[in-house]
């Protein structure tokens, strides 16, 4: 085969040589014996060959050509696998409509092709047209540049991608800018990588305990530095233990209680205290769900041991004052009613109006003195809980009756809801509405002039649940941990300031726990609080939420 091709082009380059030197003797420039007949046949001759060789020659080059053309179809098609392969693509017009998207893209965003083919490419930022991101770009297209940078889009089931995006402007043979080419690549997995990582380093700074575990069987998927040295479990989350393992003195059903409300999508978060061998312990759990949809429950666990040290050296010393104090503020409020009465005499103008300031100001006092005194007793288990079989719509109703009068003080009306008739459990009538009574006088004093505070129940399966709604500024969600705290004095929303000792919120705790129920809020700012106390049905299922279960 080498052979023969190495002859045929030796006999065609001496044929092409033949050929040119034929039509130039033609042509005169060389010479020969002249004759006319000669010459023609030469010129013939060397034409003929001429052409030959030339078209032989012609046709090889055709065949390289096309190889080469077919050589570099191949790498063209080769390049264009490897970006489809590893690349998001869209074509689009300078104005933003779709023209072309290859598989990533429908892969991506869960789009199909013909969804998106014709349409604006704004629907896969985050704030559709208005995303300033997206006007960017669009501002590039327009002028016939590229644009290059990070974006955050969104995907057809509404989740977050991002993606490092490179638009590029293509040009027709007239150099116009006719349509523009983006290749995105998918960095989604290393920027979560990357937040994990930060997240993970903030976790295990914290002085609180952090617990992660599975909705279902309550696994520890993840627990901080802080959580690891309580428990003294060096391995963390590869034990494979339990939620409630982490606490020693709370048993699994008081847990399971606990993080109901959060199963039934009631309350987006519950509190729980309870005791780990000599610390009180704040139990704060939520749910959330995980990047990739699965739902996942994080408790933070403080240790408030110190808090409710200080608390009880606090409500000890002013219980002690409070003692001494009651006596003669007592004396002090009988006499002052005295004058009132007429008993020692009348009193006419100013004199009429101090007494009744003194009468009114001692009323407060005592009442305070009361309040400490009570929750001194609730937390000594001095003060007497019998419960007997009740219903809730009375005892509402009582509770309108009795707070009216303040709620005119304040120009707020209390409205009750129309109350289930047989909303029964089983409770102390007087404790009950002692916690009735703290919730409206708050609830009046944080609604505005001419405002309405809605008291109601609702059927929440294995509990009643009593509220107390207004319509004041709100509660600041940083401010939740303190606000069943001891002589709590949250800043409010509005930044007026409110009379009051801190201490009905921390009383009304105290009771529910007594009743084996919980107590809760939600608050939106400039909107209103509505407090929630949930009490056991009498025929319920019995639950386990008592102070005495809770604290070893």
Known sequence: MAQHSYLSVTVLALLALLGL????????????????????????????????????????QDRRGQRLLQQYGKELNFGRQAINAHTIVNVSERTGEIIEVNENFTRLFGYSADEVLGHELSFIYENGEEDPVFQEMMSCSLAGTGWTGEQRLRTKDGAAVYTQCTMM?????????????????????SRRAEADHYLTVVLEELKDEVFIYDTAEHVITYMNAAARRRTGWEDGARGGRRIDEAISDIDPGVFAEHIAPLTNGRDPIVRLECRDDAHALEVATQRITAPGGKPLYVSVIRDITERRAVEKAKLDMVSTVSHELRAPLTSIKGSLRMLQSGALGTFEGRANTVIEIAARNSERLLLVLNDILDLDKIRAKQMDFTRESMTLGPLLQSAIDMNSGYGEEHGVRFRLDDPTSDARIMGNADRLMQVLTNLMSNAAKFSPQDGEVRVGLRDQGDVWQIFVRDSGPGIAESDRPRVFDTFAQLKPADGRPRSGTGLGLAICKSIVERHEGEIDFVSQIGHGTEFRVDLPKAAGPERNLTLERLAS
């Open 21 to 60: 030197y034929a039509a130039s003797l033609a042509f005169g420039v060389v010479g020969l014996p002249s004759g006319p007949v000669i010459s023609g046949l030469w010129a013939t001759t060397g034409l003929l060959v001429g052409s030959g060789a030339v078209l032989v020659l012609t046709r090889q």
């Open 169 to 189: 402007p293509l040009f027709d043979e007239d150099g116009q800018h006719s349509r523009n080419i983006t290749l995105r690549t998918d960095v989604t997995a």
